[in-house]
C-alpha cells in the first residue's frame, strides 16, 4: 500500500484493517483464512475503484491535448508574424511527424495526440492561409470545455474543402479571426449557393439537406469545386 492508509469511515483505515485481520488470521482455520483474505481483497477492491483510475488517465491526456493545442496556436501565430501575416500551408503541415523538430524554430518539437496520432489540422486551401484549426477529440465527452450542444445534432466543423463531422472531435483552437467549431469555405468562393452542378450549371438553392456533407457548395465559378463545400446554403447563412 506504499505506506498510505486510506479511510473506510468509523474511525477505520485500510492499512489498519489489514494488520488487524492478519492478526486474528493466527490460530484460523483454512476456512476461517480464506473467508478473511476474501474480506481484505474486496476492501482493497473497493479503495481502488474510488479511485477511478481511468477517469484520472483520461483527463491527464485530456489536460496533455489541450495544452499541445495551445502550443500549436501559438507557433503559428508565430509562423504568420514571420511570414508576412500566413500561417503554414497544408503542404508544409503534411510533412510533419509526430516529435520531429520539422517545424522548428516556431517548434521545437511537433506534438502528436497521447495515442500517437496526429491533431486535425485546417487551414485555408490557398498560398497564403488566413486562418487556421487545429482540433482533437477530448476522452472526456463532458468537459467544460465542449461546447454544451455538441452531441444534440450533426455539424461539419472542417474548412477549405475538408469536410470533418462534430463526432470526431469536441475541442479545438483556431486563429482569432473565426471560432474553431464553426464550419468556413474557401476564401476563394464567391458565397452564393449552390448544388447539382452539371453540364448545364449550378442550380441556385435557397436550403439544403445538412445531414449529408457537401450537399452544398459556395459557387466556385459555376463548379461544385470541393473547397467550396458548405453545411448551410440560403439568406440565415453567412456564407
Given at each position: ?5 486510506y ?10 484493517m ?10 484460523f482455520?483454512l ?10 481483497l474486496?476492501?482493497i ?10 477517469g484520472?488517465?483520461n483527463k ?7 495544452k499541445d493545442l495551445?502550443?500549436?496556436s501559438?507557433?503559428?501565430e508565430?509562423?504568420?508574424n514571420?511570414h ?8 508544409v ?13 516556431w517548434l521545437?518539437?511537433w ?15 490557398v ?5 487556421f ?18 452531441y ?9 474543402g475538408?469536410?470533418?463531422p ?15 467549431y464553426?464550419?468556413v ?5 464567391s ?22 456533407p ?15 463545400v458548405?453545411?448551410c446554403?440560403g439568406?440565415t447563412?453567412?456564407?
Open positions: 500500500m506504499g505506506g498510505e492508509n479511510f473506510l469511515g468509523a474511525g477505520f483505515y485500510v492499512r489498519d489489514v494488520n488487524l485481520i492478519m492478526k486474528k488470521m493466527q490460530g482455520t476456512m476461517e483464512m480464506v473467508v478473511a483474505m476474501t474480506i481484505m474486496m476492501l477492491a473497493l479503495v481502488v475503484s474510488s479511485m477511478n483510475p481511468w484520472v488517465l491527464g491526456q485530456d489536460a496533455t491535448r489541450k495551445k502550443r500549436l501559438v507557433a503559428f508565430e509562423y504568420s514571420d508576412d501575416g500566413c500561417y503554414p500551408t497544408s503542404t503541415l503534411a510533412g510533419l511527424a509526430c516529435n520531429s523538430d520539422d517545424f522548428a524554430p521545437q518539437r506534438p502528436c495526440d497521447p495515442d500517437g496520432s496526429q491533431y486535425y489540422i485546417v487551414v485555408d486551401d498560398d497564403c492561409p488566413r486562418w484549426k487545429i482540433l482533437t477529440n477530448l476522452d472526456n465527452v463532458n468537459d467544460a470545455d465542449i461546447p454544451e450542444d455538441w444534440d445534432s450533426f455539424r461539419n466543423v472542417g474548412g477549405g475538408v469536410l470533418l462534430s463526432q470526431e472531435v469536441n475541442y479545438g483552437v483556431s486563429s482569432t479571426n473565426m471560432n474553431w464553426e464550419y469555405i474557401s476564401s476563394t468562393c458565397g452564393i449557393c449552390s448544388t447539382d452542378c452539371g453540364p448545364s450549371g449550378c442550380q441556385s438553392v435557397v436550403s439544403c439537406d445538412l445531414t449529408t457537401g450537399g452544398c457548395y459556395a459557387d466556385n465559378n459555376g463548379e461544385n469545386a470541393a473547397i467550396c458548405t453545411d446554403c439568406p447563412c453567412s456564407n
